[in-house]
């Protein structure tokens, strides 16, 4: 059986950081499934440059970045890195659903990629979209949620 491909976006990776009591245990149990090889999990390499500073600091001291540096060195996030298709995609995106930019280039990525599921915490881009987003014959819907592994329980500990 494959395993599931999911995209997360930065608010997923920030939720988790920032320990946001509204999304802390959605984020943690997608990110603990994919340290546990029952998912593949993508992200863009533009998510490394939105997550930058834990929420409450004053500003990112070099603790703080290590944290961050050595999430995203993980083997099991998979960094993709944006392309000219990327781009076609996400000018679709924007004119289409109206979705800011960086919104926009996060989705692309992840119809891109081919993967099976979008996950972003942000109720704006959920409500903005249909529940399924593709592009062109080539590449097949990709299902917009929140962070969610059908069929995962995280360990109790």
Same mark, same amino acid.
């Given at each position: 059986?494959? $395993?599931?491909?999911?995209? =997360?976006?930065? =608010? ?14 959605? =984020? ?35 603790? $703080? ?10 083997? *099991? ?12 995609? =996400?000018?679709? !995106?924007? *004119? ?17 990629? $081919? %993967? ?16 399924? %987003? ?9 299902? !917009? ?13």
């Amino acid at each position: 059986m494959t $395993k599931q491909r999911h995209y =997360c976006d930065s =608010c997923v990776f920030l939720g988790f950081l920032n320990n946001e009591s509204d999304k802390i245990y959605e =984020c943690k149990t997608i990110l603990q499934a994919a340290e546990e090889g029952v998912i593949e999990l993508f992200t863009s390499a533009f998510t490394m440059a939105e997550v930058i500073k834990i929420k409450g600091e004053a500003e990112l001291d070099q603790s $703080k970045e290590h944290i961050i540096d050595q999430l995203f060195k993980q083997s *099991w996030i998979k960094v993709a890195n944006f392309e000219r298709e990327m781009a076609q995609i =996400c000018r679709h !995106i924007v *004119w289409t659903y109206q979705l800011k930019p960086f919104d926009a280039l996060h989705l692309a990525t992840a119809i891109r990629l $081919k %993967v099976d599921y979008f996950n972003t915490t942000d109720q704006a881009i959920i409500k903005k979209i249909p529940a399924t %987003v593709g592009y062109l014959a080539d590449y097949p819907g990709v299902i !917009i949620q929140r962070p969610h592994v059908e069929g995962y329980t995280p360990p109790l500990f």
